[in-house]
């Protein structure tokens, strides 16, 4: 409303005409796009609108521009192909819009399938570096057998969508864009992860950025809200990575620093919080902060329904099985053995979810090796009793592991700390992607198992020139005038892709890695997956 917007409606629906008001076109550059847009200028049909303001989020190829109605031209004020083909739902973090990937990508159904899939994903990939300023090195990995292919197409199409690119220019130092799939991992996406923001999209079935969150209000009604997790919540923000272990002693804390430093204002409060309990007490005696005071009861709820899951799912058992498998060491760092005898009383419980079984299943299939292989999943599938569905779904499995490069160790967190019996041994295991960030940060990420899209690239790598200026994701502008200015402060850039998509633990990792090194890394991928979008996936293919 404060830009003049009246209303907001998708392009392919019937919608009431405004003769008099001007429309702004945001579209993809598809045949359906440019079909209703022709339709809304048809000159035998009633005025759709009195002028069009149109914005491609790519550029638009010749032969979709041939289709544009003659009709147009008279209408169309504005005409901008801006290269957004991407979504940032978190600062360093880039996400492709493309759930259903997976089938597409390590089993089409056709070679169309792959190859549609693969040119959406390189489009979008080179919108994203136009839009960021980079002509980055290129790199893949050596065992994804589609990783070269997929890397050639994003240095073709970013060459084409810069040809001619007003104000577009080399920087004088590139980033490097390493191109990943899901093989990379295949442990990473089922494991339980007990942070917050994981905890969250697993435990709670949370989808997107949208809560519906229900609450008492200022008269003591009950009252429901759908609220949006996203960056505009500072306390969201400062909690998305923070273990379950440490995340309610994390809120109180907080609370209380914010009734310290309003104690003057809060004389219906008194003392402070000690316990999520006593939190909760202490937010119903503040309705001169009824929006700060929604915040807070928004996440308590949150992570009181996150331990109530938790509790519920029988975490400390499951959990703590799938840790031993994927590191292949006990909380005590001792060597596990016999995995299927201690993995079949928990398949044979029948307080245990069908889906957690399924998982269990599936993180044996990708860390054990034998040659009963074939003959322990059966029994495995037999004890957990599952469905033909569920049973689709693990066969299919077998069909994404690929190879397993383990570029970095697990490391065994301090197990002495823990919070509602939540301790820090069922999270152990450590993605290994955060691995391979840490060696490219490094500088010494191997060529030979992480090649360059080129041997041009490969002589370049390495070559000194000044420090870019990075900016945040949800900030940066298609401006490219002042790519070269120097601050000291800066840092450099690595930009990792995922296809099939990236698990939670891989986006707090690249947190981690932005932390504790000279680089902001921002990881994209082609949607967040989580443990049930895999597994839906998996039953498609």
């Given amino acids: 409303m404060e830009e003049n917007v009246t209303i907001v ?52 190829p010749k032969t979709l521009f041939s289709k544009i109605s003659p009709s147009i031209a008279a209408k169309a004020k504005t005409f901008v192909e801006a290269n957004l083909e991407f979504l940032a739902p978190e600062a360093q973090v880039f996400d492709l819009g493309m759930e259903n990937t997976v089938r597409d990508l390590f089993h089409p159904k056709s070679e169309g399938d792959f190859v549609h899939a693969s040119h959406v994903i390189s489009t979008r990939l080179a919108s994203l570096c136009v839009t960021l300023g980079e002509d980055p090195y290129i790199r893949y990995a050596k065992h994804n057998p589609n990783g070269a292919a997929l890397a050639q197409q994003v240095q073709k199409k970013l060459a084409q969508m810069t040809t001619g690119l007003k104000n577009w220019h080399a920087p004088s130092k590139r980033t490097t864009l390493l191109i990943l799939d899901r093989t990379i991992d295949a442990v990473a996406p089922l494991l339980h992860e007990f942070t917050y923001q994981a905890m969250m999209h697993d435990l709670l079935g949370i989808k997107g950025i949208e809560y519906e969150h229900v609450f008492q209000n200022a008269l003591g009604g009950e009252e429901r809200s759908t609220v949006l997790l996203n960056e505009n919540d500072r306390l969201y923000c400062t909690l998305r990575h923070v273990h379950i272990g440490e995340c309610s002693k994390h809120l109180v804390n907080n609370f209380n620093e914010f ?11 008194s003392g402070q919080a000690a316990s999520l309990k006593e939190m909760s007490e202490m937010i119903q005696k503040l309705p001169q902060f009824q929006e700060l005071k929604n915040k807070y009861s928004l996440h308590l709820d949150i992570a009181t329904k996150c331990m109530a899951a938790f509790h519920e799912r029988k975490m400390m058992t499951v959990a703590a099985l799938e840790q031993n498998m994927a590191t292949g060491e006990d909380e005590d760092g001792k060597k596990v053995k016999k995995i299927k005898q201690a993995l079949l009383p928990v398949l044979s419980d029948s307080e245990v979810k069908k889906e957690d079984k399924q998982r269990l299943i599936m993180i044996y299939m990708a860390t054990q090796k034998g040659d009963s292989m074939a003959a322990d999943v059966k029994e495995l599938v037999a004890a957990a009793n599952l469905s033909a569905a569920d049973q689709t779904c693990v066969n299919n499995f077998s069909k994404l592991i690929g190879t397993m490069e383990r570029v970095t160790v697990s490391k065994k967190k301090d197990s002495s700390k823990k919070d509602d019996d939540v301790p820090f041994v069922l999270s152990r295991y450590t993605p290994i992607l955060k691995g391979v960030l840490q060696a490219l940060a490094e500088g010494e990420l191997p060529a030979t ?16 020139a000044p420090k870019k200026k990075t900016k945040s994701l949800k900030t940066q502008v298609s401006s490219f005038s002042n790519r070269d200015k120097v601050d000291d402060g800066d840092r450099d850039r690595i930009i990792v892709f995922i296809g099939g998509g990236a698990a939670p633990s891989e986006l707090r990792t690249c947190y981690e890695i932005s932390s504790e090194s000279s680089h902001d890394v921002i990881l994209g991928h082609t949607a967040m997956l989580t443990p049930q979008l895999l597994m839906e996936e998996l039953k498609k293919m």
């Fill in 449 to 464: 198992t992480y090649p360059f899209v080129d041997e041009k690239q490969a002589v370049d790598f390495g070559n000194s």
């Fill in 9 to 60: 409606e998708p392009i392919e629906k019937r919608r009431q005409p405004f003769p008099n008001l001007e429309a702004v076109y945001f579209l993809s550059p598809s045949i359906d796009s440019i079909a209703a847009l022709n339709a809304d200028f048809d000159p035998e049909a009633p005025v759709q609108y009195a002028a069009a303001h149109i914005f491609l989020t790519s550029r638009l």
């Fill in 259 to 269: 009734v310290r430093n309003n104690q003057k204002i809060l004389n219906s409060a």
